[in-house]
């Protein structure tokens, strides 16, 4: 068996995220996606420290696959998918009682806020991206369409 390296957080969902539906509403998703990739962010900017933040989104795709409720765990799996020069993809998986509930495609990007542009993605964070990379033997990972 080959095990795919990921990070996982766990959540347990608030009464304050369900909606009128009583499942958890969508718009919260985005915020649990973005505080499981907090271990990627760490990789560029070890301290966090917004003065030297150097990660921009460019794309998050989230796919919906059915309801999440109140009263179970939520993990959420967070893999990295293609690297490339300036930006990556990172594809998380969200799960509830085992099941898949949610999958999102997040491209983000190293830029220079000073100098308003992107930057090559250094090779020691590279060689950290490519640890918690999934592999894609069929080559179909990136289905967001052309980024650099």
Known sequence: M?????????IEPRFCE???L???????VPMWLEQARSPVFHLFNPSLSLENWNLILRKICV??????YLGSIVEIKTYIGEIRQTSFIVEQDVLQNGNL???ADVVLIHFDYETQSKANI?????????KLQKS??????????TFS
């Open 63 to 68: 796919d919906y696959i059915s309801q999440i």
């Open 136 to 145: 894609d033997p069929c080559g179909i990972n990136n289905s967001l369409g």
């Open 18 to 20: 369900t909606d009128a």
């Open 2 to 10: 080959h095990l795919i390296p990921m990070l996982s957080y766990k």
């Open 122 to 130: 250094p090779s020691v964070i590279r060689e950290n991206l490519v």
């Open 101 to 103: 509930v949610a999958k």
């Open 22 to 28: 009583g499942h958890i509403n969508h718009t919260v």
